[in-house]
Nanobody, 116 residues
Framework: QVQVVESGGGLVQPGGSLRLSCVAS????????VSWYRQAPGKERELVAS???????NYDASVQGRFAISRDRTRNTAFLTMNNLQPEDTAAYYC??????????WGQGTQVTVSS
């Protein structure tokens, strides 16, 4: 069973930066991909960024050029570095781990609030 824990959320002013972390215990990065989703109040959960087990990143157009997804395979940790944050980025951010032939696992989420 893979356990997923996010951290790093908080309150930041517009234009600021945050780095979210996602620790996926008992996961094998060779067969697991990682994705970051976010959900704002009253809206559906949406995919923000993902990275395949081979390290290929993909981004939603709304965050392209501002957000960067990365992985530290030695520590089973993924990161989402968010720059130039805007109020519309305010949401709960969730890490999802998908492991081939094992399943999909979610963290509990971490809140990001962008406000002056």
């Amino acid at each position: 069973q893979v356990q997923v824990v996010e951290s790093g959320g908080g309150l930041v002013q517009p234009g600021g930066s945050l780095r979210l972390s996602c620790v996926a215990s008992n996961s094998d990065p060779r067969i697991c991909s990682v994705s970051w989703y976010r959900q704002a109040p009253g809206k559906e959960r949406e995919l923000v960024a993902s990275m395949s087990n081979t390290g290929t990143p993909n981004y939603d157009a709304s965050v392209q050029g501002r957000f960067a997804i990365s992985r530290d395979r030695t520590r089973n940790t993924a990161f989402l570095t968010m720059n130039n944050l805007q109020p519309e980025d305010t949401a709960a951010y969730y890490c999802q781990i998908y492991c081939w032939r094992i399943g999909t696992f979610w963290g509990q989420g971490t809140q990001v609030t962008v406000s002056s």
